[in-house]
């Protein structure tokens, strides 16, 4: 089966830099996603990594091991809108497999 | 504007009924999907389909089917097998199967009355 895990729940201040992990053990990998996802919406892409090292994205960025099955997000500068769930999603066999969602309170 | 349509925003079951979910797409893609999330788990793959007329289950297709007639549409069904049918349904679409961005569609809520 397929294991993806990352934190429940993490809270930072309005400016602040905030880290999401995400580790996984899947049976196949074709790259690594990352999305957010608000309320009651639809998940939006923000990231992809297919080979090791970090891709940057504005106040996004988003770094992988593949050696360690590990990635993280970074959000820097953190607005209010980025209060929002964070999913991780390792693609394999042309289908995505998602953790469970880190959602990232942003306090003023 | 290209995009991906999910109806209805809101559906309730009533116990022993089938209901059908709508998912339309004109981004010429010929990939798609359908997930179901429930709180605090993420999101899990029922069925995906690569190209039209053809369709695969996911992780957890059992009291669920759907069908691609078309290449634009892929509707869900929950039948009456599928004993907890309450959630949070969100259909996607790709390109093709190697493409990595999934585009999703603004989900269809379904629950039991």
């Known amino acids: 089966g397929q294991n993806i895990d990352q934190p429940t729940e993490m809270t930072a201040t309005e400016g602040a830099i905030v880290q999401i992990n995400c580790t996984y053990q899947t049976s196949g990998f074709n790259g690594l996603f990352w999305y957010q996802q608000h309320a009651g919406e639809a998940p939006t892409f923000l990231s992809y990594n297919v080979l090791d090292g970090l891709e940057e994205k504005g106040r996004f960025s988003s770094f992988l091991s593949r050696s360690k099955g590990y990635s993280y997000l970074l959000l820097k500068e953190l607005q209010m809108k980025d209060s929002a769930s964070y999913l991780c999603a390792v693609k394999y066999d042309y289908k995505l497999s998602f953790g469970a969602g880190t959602t990232v309170t942003v306090r003023a | 504007d290209g995009g991906i349509t999910q109806s209805p925003k809101y559906l309730f079951r009533k116990e022993g009924q089938n209901v059908t979910l709508s998912c339309e797409q004109n981004?010429?893609?010929?990939?798609m999907y359908w997930y179901r999330q429930d709180p605090g788990q993420g999101l899990r793959l029922i069925y995906y389909?690569?190209?039209?007329?053809?369709?695969q289950k996911g992780d957890i297709a059992e009291g669920y089917s759907v069908s691609r007639e078309k290449k634009e549409s892929f509707p869900l069904t929950v039948t009456s097998a599928q004993k907890n049918p309450t959630a949070f349904y969100l259909c996607a679409s790709a390109e093709d199967p190697t493409n990595e961005k999934l585009f999703f569609g603004s989900g269809t809520q379904l629950s039991v009355l």
């Open positions: 389909s690569q190209i039209v007329n053809d369709f």
């Open positions: 981004l010429n893609h010929d990939a």
